[in-house]
């Protein structure tokens, strides 16, 4: 059964979001924080991501059930019942709402906002194409979080921090939706490559990238960061670029390796090289 609510909001896909808040929480306290604060953010993290993935698999599930990419997940195949789905979501909300707590008061008054954003995203690409970026904007809530975690307030190098993985999830996104085209306009789902066709779609996607590299430059200059983040920085920026030479307008078989596996390390390489400069410089 751990295995299939594994499966069900696809756990391993936390290391997205997760080393973001590392980072966030790394960079608000000029150091790197103390264990009962990594173990709280983390905690937060899983609550948020997993209430967020099973909710997204609940309002999504009818859409799913005709999705020929989808129709065998869990939910859609009776290995999972609706109502363990809801109560597994509610358990996760409620994980949130303790970590929440154990953080600071700001941590917990932001607590009733991070739930709106949790569910906004299954519902906004029923009627219009910035899908991607409100998409974004939830996985952003990931560094904000961790700053905030730490310092009981926001700064402007949150917010740059918050844009840049904004950006870089709208990108792959993009990509990842690629696959879903047909469907997508057929049934009425709104997203770029069903609202403006595979290439442009493509060519949005590497301009989503292309800022979230240049928020990241931003953030190194305005939190004076050191030479391990630029070498980050770099890693990124090729990453990226791999990404996008994966895949085209003609062929997409390589979408799952662009969505999956570099996406990864762009979330790995920057809290290593984030992780670095607080501990050597």
Same mark, same amino acid.
């Given at each position: 059964m751990l295995k299939t609510y594994l499966e069900f909001v696809k756990f391993e896909h936390t290391i997205f979001a997760l080393p973001f808040a590392y980072v966030g929480a790394i960079l608000a306290g000029?150091?790197?924080?103390?264990?009962?604060?990594?173990?709280?953010?983390?905690?937060?993290?899983?609550?948020?991501?997993?209430?967020?993935?099973?909710? %997204?698999?609940?309002?999504?599930?009818?859409?799913?059930?005709?999705?020929?990419?989808?129709? %065998?997940?869990?939910?859609?195949?009776?290995?999972?019942?609706?109502?363990?789905?809801?109560?597994? !979501?509610?358990?996760? !909300?409620?994980?949130?709402?303790?970590?929440?707590?154990?953080?600071?008061?700001? /941590?917990?008054?932001?607590?009733?906002?991070a739930l709106l954003f949790l569910s906004l995203y299954s519902y906004v690409k029923r009627f219009h194409w910035t899908t991607h970026l409100v998409l974004g904007s939830v996985l952003a809530c990931a560094p904000v979080g961790g700053w905030m975690a730490i310092s009981g307030r926001l700064s402007p190098a949150a917010f740059l921090l918050g844009a840049a993985v904004l950006?870089?999830?709208?990108? @792959?996104?993009?990509?990842?939706? /690629?696959?879903?085209?047909?469907?997508?306009?057929?049934?009425?789902?709104?997203?770029?490559?069903?609202?403006?066709?595979?290439?442009?779609?493509?060519?949005?996607?590497?301009?989503?990238?292309?800022?979230?590299?240049?928020?990241?430059?931003?953030?190194? @200059?305005?939190?004076?960061?050191?030479?391990?983040?630029? !070498?980050?920085?770099?890693?990124?920026?090729?990453?990226?670029?791999?990404?996008h030479r994966l895949i085209s307008p003609e062929d997409l078989s390589r979408v799952n390796q662009a969505f999956f596996v570099m996406n990864g390390w762009v979330s790995v390489v920057l809290f290593a090289a984030v992780f670095a400069d607080r501990l050597f410089t």
């Open positions: 000029q150091g790197i924080p103390p264990p009962a604060k990594w173990f709280w953010i983390t905690l937060a993290m899983v609550g948020a991501r997993t209430a967020g993935m099973a909710l %997204n698999r609940i309002i999504d599930r009818e859409i799913d059930s005709k999705n020929p990419r989808t129709e %065998n997940r869990p939910l859609q195949k009776g290995l999972l019942s609706l109502n363990k789905a809801r109560w597994l !979501v509610f358990f996760s !909300v409620l994980l949130l709402l303790v970590a929440a707590w154990q953080l600071n008061p700001l /941590c917990l008054a932001l607590f009733p906002v950006f870089w999830v709208a990108g @792959f996104d993009v990509i990842y939706t /690629c696959q879903d085209v047909a469907f997508d306009s057929a049934y009425g789902i709104h997203s770029l490559p069903a609202r403006f066709g595979l290439k442009p779609a493509l060519f949005l996607s590497a301009c989503f990238h292309l800022t979230s590299l240049g928020l990241l430059a931003g953030l190194g @200059f305005w939190d004076r960061l050191g030479p391990f983040f630029w !070498v980050g920085w770099l890693g990124v920026a090729l990453i990226l670029v791999w990404e």
